[in-house]
């Protein structure tokens, strides 16, 4: 038995090349748009990040003055049993 080397000029055609092709020229309008949504987003995505931070620190606060408000009335509470 002789092997021979097949070369690619020699191959048939195969259909995949032809279905992956036309498939790719589908996919790229879609990948353009989706760029042109990503650059769209972008601007929202970090007013976005800047609003989480604002309410990040307005927790922080919040969370500050209550555990403040927490503690005095502990304190009152403590100064209140002495005296009854």
Do not use: S
Request: proline fraction near 6%.
């Amino acid at each position: 038995m002789v092997k021979t080397i097949i070369r690619a000029k020699d191959r048939p055609f195969n259909p995949t090349d032809k279905y992956i092709k036309r498939f790719n020229t589908h996919i790229e309008p879609i990948h353009q748009h989706i760029k042109c949504l990503d650059k769209k987003i972008e601007p929202k995505d970090k007013n976005l990040e800047a609003f989480t931070d604002q309410i990040k620190q307005i927790y922080q606060a919040i969370d500050t003055k209550t555990w403040k408000i927490i503690g005095a009335i502990g304190l009152i509470v403590l100064l209140g049993k002495p005296i009854e």
